[in-house]
């Protein structure tokens, strides 16, 4: 028990280790460690969990981290992933606010940083487009992309209620269109041609 | 600030960061900008650095965040606030649920929830945008406009667009050239 809550928190350190830039890495990881390596799990298994992460709150390698150790070795399985996921995080980054808070007022940082803030910006813009053309389809999830952008972006409101608007608007849309869907069919007026 | 206080304010971060860590962003400059954890161009530093160390934006951001407040106890609050929505949800629906993202209501919400969570993620694009390359409303003297931070930005995002190495490259190259540039 005590081994294989170890092996979990090995694992999903390394994994925290080597995802860099975003959660883009984890998946082909986690395939090799626990479906090839080990047999922990088969590739059906593991595409359901990852769906679930991305469909739920959190962040979503911190959701397989939590789902993979819950199904192996209960709560302590998924307290023990999810550990091992943030150990990495934790170490460096500490090491490097401690460093940055002593060297962030020298004029060759400040330097640097302004060339940095440039390239951060023109990366997140990429990415921006990448997810506008993966998930904004069709006439609601326009409406509720640009919506959200000014409503966030000019009018300054705060992102949380934003967030519970679009949540609202996807279950409306969905209960008219199930109506739309059953209503011939109870009726039997037969709308379709 | 108290610990208590952090944990809380990144738990709220946690529970509503909806398809990944960069869905974190938007709530973590609400939070920590407008909340006055710390400034604009002090945000964008801690998101160049969480994009180019390992583990996921969202942990890294939280654990710096905790760091600035209440040092090594901090990032410990701020990290465990951000996980444990997580690891509450996730246990409940690995415990009761099945087929939990084929349910037609998870979809609606979703269909939703996905292209509104893309607009805050736009709008947090933007305000970095505005902080470093367009406007530069925090950095007063330098005009609305400054020809060296533009020309590198769009220099950045043609060799991006033509080669997408990884995303590191890019910052240290922006650090290396900024030193001469500006």
Redesign the interface.
């Known amino acids: 028990m005590l081994r294989e809550l170890l092996n979990l928190f090995i694992i999903f350190f390394k994994i925290?280790?080597?995802?860099?830039?975003?959660?883009y890495v984890m998946l082909p990881m986690l395939r090799r460690e626990m479906v090839e390596d080990r047999d922990w799990l088969s590739d059906a298994e593991l595409i359901?969990y990852y769906?679930?992460?991305?469909?739920?709150?959190?962040?979503?390698?911190?959701?397989t981290a939590?789902?993979v150790g819950?199904?192996r070795r209960g709560?302590w399985g998924?307290?023990a992933s999810?550990a091992g996921?943030?150990g990495?995080?934790?170490i460096?980054?500490?090491i490097?606010?401690?460093f940055?808070?002593r060297f962030?007022d020298e004029v060759?940082v400040q330097?640097?940083?302004?060339?940095?803030?440039?390239?951060?910006?023109?990366?997140?813009?990429?990415?921006?487009a990448s997810?506008?053309k993966k998930?904004?389809h069709g006439l609601?999830?326009?409406v509720?992309?640009?919506?959200?952008?000014i409503?966030?972006?000019l009018l300054r409101l705060?992102?949380?209620p934003?967030?519970l608007?679009?949540?609202?608007?996807?279950?409306a849309?969905?209960?008219l269109a199930?109506r739309k869907h059953v209503d011939p069919e109870n009726n039997g007026r037969g709308d379709q041609k | 600030m108290s610990l208590l206080t952090i944990f809380a304010a990144f738990f709220?971060i946690?529970?509503?960061?909806?398809?990944?860590?960069?869905a974190?962003i938007?709530?973590l400059r609400?939070e920590l900008v407008a909340g006055g954890w710390v400034s604009g161009?002090e945000f964008?530093?801690m998101?160049?650095?969480?994009?180019?160390?390992?583990?996921?934006?969202?942990?890294?951001m939280a654990?710096?965040a905790g760091?600035?407040a209440a040092s090594?106890p901090g990032?410990?609050a701020a990290?465990a606030g951000?996980?444990a929505?997580?690891?509450i949800?996730?246990?409940l629906?690995?415990?009761f649920m099945r087929n939990?993202?084929d349910h037609?209501?998870?979809?609606?919400?979703?269909?939703?929830?996905?292209?509104?969570?893309?607009?805050?993620?736009?709008?947090?694009?933007?305000?970095?945008?505005s902080?470093?390359?367009l406007l530069m409303e925090h950095f007063p003297g330098t005009g609305w406009f400054e020809l060296p931070?533009f020309t590198?930005?769009a220099v950045?995002?043609l060799v991006?667009?033509k080669t997408k190495a990884?995303?590191?490259y890019?910052?240290v190259?922006?650090?290396?050239?900024?030193?001469?540039?500006?």
């Open positions: 925290g280790l080597f995802s860099i830039g975003g959660g359901d769906a679930i992460a991305q469909a739920t709150p959190g962040i979503i390698a911190i959701n939590t789902f819950y199904k709560v998924a307290l999810t996921m943030v990495p995080s934790l460096i980054i500490t490097i606010a401690i940055f808070a962030q060759v330097k640097a940083l302004r060339g940095i803030r440039v390239a951060v910006a023109v990366l997140l813009s990429f990415t921006v997810l506008i998930a904004v609601q999830g326009v509720l992309f640009i919506g959200a952008f409503g966030v972006a705060s992102p949380i934003v967030l608007t679009g949540a609202f608007i996807g279950l849309a969905g209960a199930r | 709220k946690g529970l509503f960061t909806i398809g990944g860590g960069l974190a938007p709530l609400e161009a964008i530093d998101l160049a650095v969480s994009q180019s160390t390992p583990g996921p934006i969202g942990i890294n654990t710096y760091f600035k090594f990032s410990l990290t951000m996980v929505p997580s690891l949800i996730i246990i629906i690995a415990r939990f993202s037609p209501l998870v979809q609606n919400v979703l269909g939703g929830v996905r292209p509104a969570a893309i607009g805050l993620i736009a709008a947090a694009a933007w305000f970095v945008l902080n470093s390359v931070a590198l930005g950045i995002a991006y667009w990884y995303p590191v890019y910052i190259a922006g650090g290396l050239i900024g030193i001469f540039l500006f």
